[in-house]
């Protein structure tokens, strides 16, 4: 008889959680492979977001949304830093209205695997001021990359890779102006099942007594999302539990078979196949 089995592979490559790794400079690699969120508000305005329509930035300060001052280097912010520390020498930036405040959360409203953001201190001598930004996810930090920097036409690149990441909270020890945001988002689950699935799933037939039989078989999606190939009479098994293939489980830890082949879904909760 034929029947199905199921080899479960935690790969250690292209699975494993990503690496934090720190992108120094806004090199071409670097540019040709994000998305720049551009500020398109009036010189002077006061906003509390930035949107493309893909990615929407809000700025919270103690856990509030707080308002952030565009403006424009030279005229409204007196420096910036220079090529290739930087992308341009005059970009427009950012900055709390409050310049008491310098803690600054910027929340992603769609995960990011890539974010990275040029800041300078507001202080115009060598000093040099400390910096700190804190890469997470659900309150769980994913990274930290700490630098100090001068406000003396010496901004700097602050970017990283190796989310998903839902927000970076940067500190210092006076405010400051920030410019060039930069990011890729997760990918949809439909365009990329196999980047999000924790699991490779291989279907191998052999020869075993099963008191079910079929010979219909399909691999369906291992990440969020609904199946690859939908059908009323196919299911996804779901640590154990079946359910009908049109559902959206979130962890899927094996593929299904038709109906033909594993009974009807309530049957097989608990089952392992």
Known sequence: MKA??????????????????????????YTSNTTLLPFTDPLESMIMSVSDGTLTISFLFGGSPTIMDVNLVPTD??????????????????????????????SFSVPLTTFGVELEPDDTTNTLHPFTTTYSLGGNTAGVIQESVSGNAAARLFAASGGPFDQVEVISNVDFAAAQFRY??????????????????????????RPWRGTHYRLFEIAHGPPLDTGQNEFLVVRGTAFNGL???????VVCVSETCLGPAHALAGRSI
Do not use: C, K, M
């Open 4 to 29: 199905l089995t199921l080899i479960l592979l935690a790969t250690a490559g292209l699975y494993a959680t990503p690496v934090f790794t720190i992108v120094p400079q806004p090199n071409s690699s």
């Open 77 to 106: 912010w007196a420096t910036w830093g220079s090529p290739p520390e930087t992308e341009t020498s005059t970009p427009t930036v950012v900055r709390p209205d409050d310049t008491t405040q310098t803690d600054i959360v910027f």
């Open 184 to 209: 890729v988002a997760v990918p949809e689950p439909a365009t990329s099942i196999l980047l999000l699935a924790p699991l490779v799933i291989i279907v191998v037939r052999t020869r075993r007594e």
């Open 247 to 253: 559902s959206h489980p979130v962890a899927v830890r």
